[in-house]
């Protein structure tokens, strides 16, 4: 049973992360975070970017539940579901690298889908990518893509009301 128990701590976590990483993609990276976030927009130089940090964030969020799972650590007082709870958020923040910096933006390796949901993936996440600035914008998850022509129109009823400027190479 305990094993059980762990492994749907972790699936949990990994799912509770997606929506973890879309807030604060929507609500904490286009907005007050947007200093850290701005240079994933826009071209730059170097393989790192400013927005890099988050995943530094992530990583201390992961930590800091191996610290609160780990006797030593919480002074005798562990709290058994912290280090799976852990576990979910590095999985999720290896599911992220992955998809959204290695098969996204190509940081890592080359690979273009052609079909089935890693295309979709690919065409939500350019579609979040065809607004300038921090303002509107669609598709704030990373790993669960909604229909791209849904996306487009969504970002064609933003830019016809005046949320948010699109990118005219953006076909919308």
Do not use: C
């Not at 907005?31 to 071209?43: I, K, L, M, T, V």
């Not at 170097?46 to 800091?64: C, Q, R, W």
């Not at 191996?66 to 030593?72: A, D």
């Not at 058994?80 to 992955?98: R, V």
């Amino acid at each position: 049973m305990p094993v059980l128990v762990s492994v749907l701590i972790v699936v949990s976590t990994i799912l509770a992360m997606e929506w973890v990483a879309w807030a604060s993609h929507k609500y904490i990276m286009h907005g007050f975070g947007w200093a850290w976030h701005r240079d994933h927009h826009e071209p730059h130089e170097g393989v790192l970017e400013k927005n890099d940090l988050y995943g530094v964030v992530g990583a201390a969020m992961s930590i800091s539940m191996f610290m609160l799972g780990s006797p030593l650590v919480a002074g005798g007082h562990a709290w058994w579901p912290a280090t799976w709870i852990g576990l979910g958020i590095m999985g999720y923040g290896l599911i992220y690298t992955l998809v959204h910096d290695g098969l996204v933006h190509q940081r890592y390796f080359r690979m273009v889908p052609r079909s089935g949901y890693a295309k979709r993936i690919v065409q939500a996440h350019k579609l979040h990518h065809a607004t300038i600035g921090k303002e509107g914008g669609v598709s704030f998850g990373f790993v669960f893509a909604g229909d791209p022509a849904k996306l487009k129109a969504e970002l064609k009823r933003q830019r016809e009301a005046g949320i948010a400027v699109v990118r005219e190479s953006a076909g919308v």
